[in-house]
């Protein structure tokens, strides 16, 4: 039943609003007036996390449609914690970004709900039954809390020293498999966060779940941007021999081309009808440079998820790997593909709080570091040309989800270069 209800979330501070809503101390919400958009009296809606992640059941109790000006000071302290002068700046601060003719006489919904269901203290009492099964993993249970991390999956911190995941999706229970493999494959790599146990007889909960070692420290984002030069190619440099550690097995080469080429002529498929035929000539006519681009190199099993985020520091100053789900057999480059693209977007995979600080001059050097000390890089033809096309997969996946002109234009962009590299016949040889 819940899959059926809508979800919704605050336009501002949501994250932190959820929680206010969670302990009952914020009752209200306010939005623009849209006529096509008003609650209704006795509606049920699923307010979510900013990573899209159930928080509780809401049931809409009173709706007022009025002017700004009339939300009077008693009835915004259902909507915040904060006094009304506060209140109402920030909305008038945001409904001005939303909707530049935004003044005190412009319409807004006013919606008073209740909490019917508390979604996040559902899933606690599952963690503390998987807890109650493996107490010869856990030993006494003194504090168990959620991680509001991972969309399809429900995360918990048990003692601070062990992380419970819970695949919530039945669909992504293969990913758990994929996961449970990459720590197998590296149970002697200090670098990885060892398993303790994966468990998919669904005999305790109906659940798929892993226990795994909690790493105690900040990703790389935290660090980065305070480093110097010399301390960030010190750190690649580290990095890298951690990749070659994971990266060293070989398995057996299978069509990579065919696959990417399958991969984007389905993306292509699902967004047509957002491209001119101009921009559509463009995408198909680079599709046709990748046979020669993507000539397999060597087939390993690789992270598949590697960003900065997915990569701590912990307290001893050692690297840590986190977030296996997307490990793959893969050529060894493809894992390098979103580092690569932090030079341009280094903000991409950081959380809110650090996004601000990751600015591109300090990523400039970063791939050519890599290349340094990952020498059999350079011996990968078309290196460059392959990164552009697995961008251009990355942001045509997203397309077909989110739609917006960015997105689009980043396709056609990586078109082109791939296109440019043939007229320019940096891909002859």
């Given at each position: 039943m819940n899959n059926e209800l809508k979800t919704w979330h605050f336009d501002i501070?949501?994250?932190k609003l959820v929680q206010l809503v969670l302990s009952g101390k914020k009752t209200a919400s306010i939005s623009l007036?849209?006529?096509?958009?008003?609650?209704?009296?006795?509606?049920?809606?699923?307010?979510?996390?900013?990573n899209e992640k159930k928080a509780c059941i809401t049931k809409?109790?009173?709706v007022i449609i009025t002017e700004f000006k009339n939300i009077t000071e008693k009835l915004s302290s259902l909507d915040s914690e904060d006094n009304y002068e506060n209140w109402q700046k920030t909305h008038i601060d945001y409904f001005k970004l939303?909707?530049?003719?935004?003044?005190?006489?412009?319409?807004?919904?006013?919606?008073?709900?209740?909490?019917?269901?508390?979604l996040v203290k559902q899933r606690l009492e599952l963690a503390k039954t998987i807890t109650k099964a493996n107490s010869d993993i856990f030993g006494e249970i003194k504090k168990v809390e959620e991680v509001?991390?991972?969309?399809?999956n429900s995360i918990f911190s048990v003692n601070g020293k062990y992380i419970i995941k819970v695949c919530g999706n039945k669909e992504k229970e293969d990913l758990f498999d994929i996961e449970a493999n990459f720590y197998n494959s590296n149970q002697n790599n200090e670098s990885i966060p060892v398993l303790y146990k994966y468990d998919a007889s669904k005999e305790i909960v109906p659940y798929v779940y892993e226990i795994i070692e909690k790493v105690t420290g900040k990703s790389v984002y935290y660090h980065w941007y305070k480093m110097n030069e010399l301390q960030r190619e010190t750190f690649i440099k580290y990095l890298v021999l951690v990749l070659k550690n994971i990266h060293l097995k070989e398995?057996?080469?299978?069509?990579?081309?065919?696959?990417?080429?399958?991969?984007?002529?389905?993306?292509?498929?699902?967004t047509e009808d957002l491209f001119t035929e101009e921009e559509k000539g463009i995408i198909l006519?680079?599709?046709?440079?990748?046979?020669?681009?993507?000539?397999?190199?060597?087939?390993?099993?690789i992270h598949g998820d590697l960003h900065f985020d997915n990569v701590l520091i912990d307290n001893d100053k050692k690297i840590k790997l986190i977030d296996f789900n997307d490990s793959v057999v893969a050529p060894f480059d493809y894992d390098l593909r979103l580092l690569y693209r932090s030079i341009k977007e280094p903000w991409k995979w950081a959380d809110i709080q650090m996004d601000p600080y990751q600015k591109p001059?300090?990523?400039?050097?970063?791939?050519?570091?890599i290349k340094r000390y990952y020498e059999e890089l350079n011996d990968v033809d078309y290196l460059e040309e392959r990164m552009l096309i697995y961008s251009m997969v990355d942001d045509f996946r997203l397309l077909t989800r989110l739609k917006n002109d960015e997105l689009k234009e980043n396709v056609i962009a990586y078109s082109k270069e791939i296109l440019n590299a043939f007229k320019n016949k940096t891909l002859v040889k």
């Open positions: 501070d949501n994250d007036y849209e006529k096509n958009n008003i609650p209704k009296i006795g509606e049920e809606k699923i307010l979510t996390f900013d809409t109790n009173k939303a909707n530049p003719t935004f003044n005190e006489g412009t319409k807004v919904i006013f919606e008073i709900f209740e909490v019917k269901e508390n509001n991390a991972g969309f399809n398995y057996p080469a299978y069509d990579w081309c065919g696959e990417i080429k399958e991969k984007v002529l389905s993306y292509f498929k699902q006519n680079a599709t046709d440079k990748y046979d020669k681009v993507l000539a397999d190199n060597r087939f390993c099993l001059e300090d990523y400039k050097n970063l791939f050519e570091y």
